[in-house]
């Protein structure tokens, strides 16, 4: 820019703000609405949506599926993507360090590298459409962020992968190259360059977006791994309770009782110590009991449960543990008034177990710890609806209306025998289930074995409100 | 008595020097995206404001950060409002802050006289964007340990010097207490630091230039 045009720029300053406004109170009061709907936005955002829970940091979970902040998505999908291009993919440091550093340098430069004196949109058109189409990559990437970049078998991408490398790289390079040869040509085409800029821009954008929302129809939906994290005291009870009745009732028994091991293959008769015993909770703070958990005592034949040491279970979840040891059995421990005990809801007079709000509570304090994988169970696993309704080694656990089905039988106390000849021993193996919940279970079946509360409700002939 | 104050103050402070110079400027016809600048500043100082707030609780060790955030949500009083507010203001200022670039960048304001303010804006907006990444560390979960371990490793890829930026990000080969301690000094006082000098930068140069006028089909 010449000084000349300098000159002019600030001689037309001039005249707009002869023409013009105050900062104070012109501006100022448009500036204070927009601060205080944003704060009110903030106020509602915290109150009405808050912050999802998460489990605390475990480093030993390298399963664990990486996610950043919303903002560094479409940094983390292009990095995926790139990483799928032959040969170039196999050199990261391209995509982490020098294409963002050529970008942030562009940003930084931007005031110089554009030496078009003009300012109004129509006669910016190279600067805007490449603008638009970064814009229009940086939300694509993002919303296409949450589907995997998967390869089949035999190495090769899938359909959506495909699509992704269309939409998220290949599309917006191509773009900015032609835009940049037609901005190189302008001279020659005139107007035809700047409106061929535009085209290409809007056909580019829309082909983006196109694509990056056939990758969310056609891809399988992200798995999103959840697990239960609590807030209170209260809610850290109750997770425990249910992780205790899956991890530790089949050595030390529904309440910590067990001095002696019955029925635990490889600790048959194993002599141990009752761990309700108030002198061993006195005697060892939270601290210890949460490494002897994560550790195990191999000496005694405790093996470990932490992941860190080949166990299943993350600190978050030992700590709940510890929780329900604690309150449970150290008489200086009180649980508040407000703590709900039990995991398990209470029947609504005339109401209809559902399997997500009952029937699931119930298996996770009574079956999963033998009915889970890796166990003896006669192959009858119980983690989810279609398990529990699915085929053991004895057929048909059960069906949905029949009285004498076979888990019913089991559960009210009556042994029987498979195609052998062989006894099915009753269930729970060491001591049956409160009466109200065998109830529970028979109301359940004879009712079709409702999945979900909205099932049960429909069933119900007097509806619960 | 309140004119007499007044003037007391005005002989020392020369507040109407002040009024003049930063109140009662002069500026072109305004705009509403104008005021996303200005939301910014706010959101920043809300964020300041909250984040002051929330070191009173928490800890940055690893053994109780994860802790302290549970006491701040449910034992502190009105603890969840204010991780609320500083929670979804970090993503918002984020969002007002790019927004606030794309205006700039369509009205084509950081062109003469203000190519200097255009700069220090870039270096807002990545400082920005470093409080989201060290803040995101802090409350110590499941998310926060893994996204960090995965940023880190990203910077580790440079070439050359790459292992050593990562190992001083992390203060080690892994992430341990260190990084934590490190990304909160560098979330609470470094960074902020230089995001209120850049602002202050900021500031001035769009009080010396004006603000800029939106462009006509002459410009």
Same mark, same amino acid.
């Given at each position: 820019?010449?000084?000349?045009?300098k000159?002019?720029?600030?001689?037309?300053?001039q005249?707009?703000?002869?023409?013009?406004? @105050? *900062?104070?109170p012109?501006?100022?009061?448009?500036?204070?609405?927009?601060?205080?709907?944003?704060f009110?936005?903030?106020i509602?955002?915290?109150?009405?949506?808050?912050?999802?829970?998460?489990?605390?940091a475990?480093?030993?979970?390298?399963?664990?599926?990486?996610?950043?902040?919303?903002?560094?998505?479409?940094?983390?999908?292009f990095?995926?993507?790139?990483?799928q291009?032959?040969?170039?993919?196999?050199?990261?440091?391209?995509?982490?360090? #020098?294409?963002?550093?050529a970008?942030?340098?562009?940003?930084?430069?931007?005031?110089?590298?554009d030496?078009n004196p003009?300012?109004?949109?129509? +006669?910016?058109?190279?600067?805007?459409?490449?603008?638009?189409?970064?814009?229009?990559?940086?939300i694509?990437?993002?919303m296409?962020?949450?589907?995997?970049?998967?390869?089949?078998?035999?190495?090769?991408?899938?359909?959506?992968t495909?699509?992704?490398?269309i939409?998220?790289?290949?599309?917006?390079?191509?773009?900015?190259?032609?835009?940049?040869?037609?901005?190189?040509?302008?001279?020659k085409?005139?107007?035809?360059? @700047? +409106?061929?800029?535009?085209?290409?821009?809007?056909?580019?954008?829309v082909?983006? *977006?196109?694509?990056?929302?056939?990758?969310?129809?056609?891809?399988? @939906?992200p798995?999103?791994?959840?697990?239960?994290?609590?807030?209170?005291?209260?809610e850290? *009870?109750?997770?425990?309770?249910?992780?205790?009745?899956?991890?530790?009732?089949?050595?030390?028994?529904a309440?910590?009782?067990?001095?002696?091991?019955? &029925?635990?293959? &490889?600790?048959?008769? @194993?002599e141990?110590?009752?761990?309700?015993?108030?002198?061993l909770m006195?005697?060892?703070?939270?601290?210890?009991?949460?490494?002897?958990?994560?550790?195990?005592?191999?000496?005694?034949?405790?093996?470990?449960?932490?992941?860190?040491? &080949?166990?299943e279970?993350?600190?978050s979840?030992?700590?709940?543990?510890?929780?329900?040891?604690?309150?449970?059995?150290?008489?200086?421990?009180e649980?508040?008034?407000d703590?709900?005990?039990?995991?398990?809801?209470?029947?609504?007079?005339?109401?209809?177990?559902?399997?997500?709000v009952?029937?699931?509570?119930l298996?996770?304090?009574?079956?999963?710890?033998?009915?889970?994988?890796?166990k003896?169970?006669?192959?009858y696993?119980?983690?989810?609806?279609?398990?529990?309704?699915?085929?053991s080694?004895?057929?048909?656990?059960?069906v949905?209306?029949d009285?004498?089905?076979? #888990?019913?039988?089991l559960?009210?106390?009556?042994?029987?025998?498979?195609?052998?000849?062989?006894?099915?021993?009753?269930?729970?193996?060491?001591k049956?289930?409160?009466?109200?919940?065998?109830?529970?279970?028979?109301?359940?079946?004879?009712?079709g074995?409702?999945k979900?509360?909205?099932?049960?409700?429909?069933?119900?002939?007097?509806?619960?409100? | 008595?309140?004119?007499?104050?007044?003037?007391?103050? !005005?002989?020392?402070?020369?507040?109407?020097?002040?009024?003049?110079s930063?109140?009662?400027r002069?500026?072109?016809?305004?705009?509403?995206?104008?005021?996303?600048?200005?939301?910014?500043?706010?959101?920043?100082?809300m964020?300041?404001?909250?984040g002051?707030?929330?070191?009173?609780?928490y800890?940055?060790?690893p053994?109780?950060?994860?802790?302290s955030?549970?006491?701040?949500?449910t034992?502190?009083?009105?603890?969840?409002?204010?991780?609320?507010?500083?929670?979804?203001?970090?993503?918002?200022?984020?969002?007002?802050?790019?927004?606030?670039?794309?205006?700039?960048?369509?009205?084509?304001?950081?062109?003469?006289p203000? !190519?200097?303010?255009?700069?220090?804006?870039?270096?807002?907006?990545l400082?920005?964007?470093?409080?989201?990444f060290?803040?995101?560390?802090?409350?110590?979960?499941?998310?926060s340990?893994?996204a960090?371990?995965?940023?880190?490793a990203?910077?580790?890829?440079?070439p050359?010097?790459?292992?050593?930026?990562?190992?001083?990000?992390?203060?080690?080969?892994?992430?341990?207490?260190?990084?934590?301690?490190?990304?909160?000094?560098?979330?609470?006082?470094i960074?902020?630091?230089?995001?209120?000098?850049?602002?202050?930068?900021?500031?001035?140069?769009?009080?010396?230039?004006? !603000?800029?006028?939106?462009?006509?089909?002459?410009?």
């Open positions: 820019m010449n000084e000349e045009q000159k002019a720029v600030l001689a037309k300053y005249r707009a703000l002869q023409k013009g406004e @105050r *900062f104070w012109d501006s100022l009061y448009k500036d204070l609405i927009v601060s205080m709907g944003l009110l936005l903030l509602l955002l915290a109150t009405f949506v808050g912050i999802p829970n998460e489990p605390k475990d480093p030993s979970d390298s399963s664990y599926i990486p996610k950043p902040e919303w903002y560094f998505l479409f940094l983390f999908k990095l995926a993507l790139y990483g291009i032959p040969l170039l993919g196999k050199i990261e440091w391209i995509a982490t360090v #020098l294409i963002p550093s970008v942030i340098l562009g940003m930084i430069l931007l005031p110089f590298l030496q003009y300012r109004h949109y129509t +006669r910016r058109v190279l600067a805007l459409t490449i603008m638009a189409v970064f814009v229009v990559s940086m694509t990437l993002t296409m962020a949450d589907y995997p970049t998967a390869v089949d078998e035999q190495g090769h991408l899938t359909l959506p495909w699509l992704q490398m939409g998220g790289l290949l599309i917006p390079g191509a773009t900015y190259l032609t835009l940049l040869v037609l901005a190189a040509l302008a001279k085409l005139g107007a035809a360059a @700047r +409106r061929a800029q535009i085209g290409v821009a809007a056909i580019s954008s082909l983006m *977006f196109g694509l990056a929302i056939a990758v969310m129809l056609v891809s399988p @939906r798995v999103v791994a959840e697990s239960e994290v609590a807030d209170t005291l209260a850290k *009870f109750a997770l425990g309770a249910d992780l205790y009745s899956i991890y530790c009732t089949e050595c030390h028994g309440d910590g009782e067990v001095t002696v091991i019955t &029925g635990v293959e &490889g600790l048959e008769g @194993r141990i110590v009752a761990i309700n015993n108030p002198d006195y005697t060892n703070s939270d601290e210890t009991l949460a490494n002897i958990i994560a550790y195990g005592l191999p000496s005694l034949g405790m093996p470990p449960f932490g992941k860190a040491y &080949g166990g279970l993350g600190p979840e030992i700590e709940y543990i510890v929780t329900f040891m604690r309150y449970s059995w150290d008489d200086r421990a649980l508040p008034a703590a709900a005990i039990s995991s398990i809801p209470e029947l609504a007079p005339g109401e209809i177990p559902s399997y997500e009952h029937i699931a509570a298996t996770k304090r009574y079956c999963l710890s033998c009915h889970r994988p890796g003896e169970n006669n192959n696993l119980m983690t989810s609806y279609e398990e529990i309704i699915g085929m080694d004895n057929g048909p656990a059960i949905a209306g009285p004498n089905s076979l #888990l019913l039988l559960i009210q106390g009556q042994e029987q025998t498979d195609k052998n000849g062989d006894p099915i021993r009753a269930m729970p193996p060491n049956l289930m409160d009466p109200k919940y065998i109830e529970m279970w028979k109301l359940w079946v004879l009712n074995m409702p979900t509360a909205e099932d049960a409700r429909t069933l119900s002939p007097t509806p619960s409100p | 008595m309140w004119r007499k104050l007044y003037q007391w103050l !005005e002989e020392r402070l020369g507040l109407s020097d002040l009024y003049k930063l109140l009662d002069p500026e072109p016809k305004g705009n509403w995206w104008n005021t996303l600048g200005s939301a910014s500043l706010f959101l920043f100082l964020q300041g404001l909250t002051i707030f929330l070191t009173v609780y800890t940055p060790s053994d109780h950060a994860y802790d955030i549970q006491y701040i949500m034992g502190v009083r009105f603890g969840w409002l204010i991780r609320g507010i500083h929670h979804w203001g970090a993503s918002l200022m984020v969002l007002v802050v790019f927004i606030h670039m794309l205006r700039v960048f369509v009205t084509a304001s950081y062109k003469y203000r !190519e200097l303010t255009w700069l220090v804006g870039v270096g807002l907006l400082l920005t964007l470093g409080m989201g060290t803040g995101y560390l802090l409350p110590w979960n499941q998310k340990y893994w960090t371990t995965v940023g880190t990203i910077a580790g890829t440079a050359f010097i790459g292992e050593f930026i990562m190992k001083a990000l992390r203060g080690g080969s892994d992430l341990s207490a260190l990084t934590l301690s490190r990304f909160f000094a560098a979330h609470i006082w960074l902020p630091g230089l995001l209120a000098a850049l602002i202050g930068v900021h500031l001035y140069l769009i009080i010396k230039h004006g !603000e800029s006028a939106f462009p006509d089909k002459d410009d």
